[in-house]
Structure formats: C-alpha cells, structure tokens
C-alpha cells in the first residue's frame, strides 16, 4: 500500500499500519449544542484525527477516534462546543 493510498482511519507508523481506534482512556468528550452550531466547519478543519461529522443541521463527532484533546472546542468561533468527562458523556 502506497502511503497516497492510506484510509483515513490508518496511521503509517515507521512500515506498519495502525488502527487509530480510541482506547478507554479518553478522559473528556466534546458535546455539541445543536443549537450554537452554525456549520462554519472549523472544527472540522482543526480536529488533528479528522473525526468530525457533518450532520444535517451541525456537526458531531466519532467517538470511536476522538482522543478528548479540546481542540475542537477552543477553536469553535461560536463557543458550541463544551468538553465533559466521559462518566457525564
Ligand atoms: S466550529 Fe462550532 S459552530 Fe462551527 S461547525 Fe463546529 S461546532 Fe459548529
Ligand atoms: S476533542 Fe480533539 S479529537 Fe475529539 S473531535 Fe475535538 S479536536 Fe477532534
């Protein structure tokens, strides 16, 4: 596999392909408020593992690869954004 062909959901580490599932050590969890959001998408554009999702009417996120970091929540020009901790997700 050339490193142009690469799913999005793969890391190239060194030779070797690596899942970038997220594992059960995310302490905290980005919730959109639905009613904030305003799909500017600048979210989208800074989350570092590109798991936000386009919805309808906002964006949310793929709790399957988000790794908690807030970025997404600092950078959101709406404040939509809040981080909880998982025990609250
Ligand atoms: S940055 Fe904020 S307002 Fe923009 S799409 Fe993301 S959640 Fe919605
Ligand atoms: S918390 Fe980090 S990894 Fe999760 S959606 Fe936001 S920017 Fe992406």
């Known amino acids: 596999m050339s490193l142009r062909n690469v799913p999005d959901n793969m890391c190239p580490i060194a030779t070797e ?33 590109q798991c936000v999702v386009e919805k309808a009417a906002w964006f949310d996120f793929n709790y399957d690869y988000c790794k908690g970091c807030g970025i997404c929540a600092e950078e959101c020009p709406h404040r939509a954004i809040k981080m909880v901790e998982e025990a609250e997700g």
Not at 19 to 36: C, E, F, H, S
Request: aromatic share 12%.
């Open 17 to 49: 392909y690596t899942t970038m599932l997220t594992g059960d050590w995310r302490a905290l969890r980005p919730i959109v408020d639905r009613d904030r959001c305003v799909k500017c998408a600048t979210c989208w554009l800074y989350c570092p593992v």
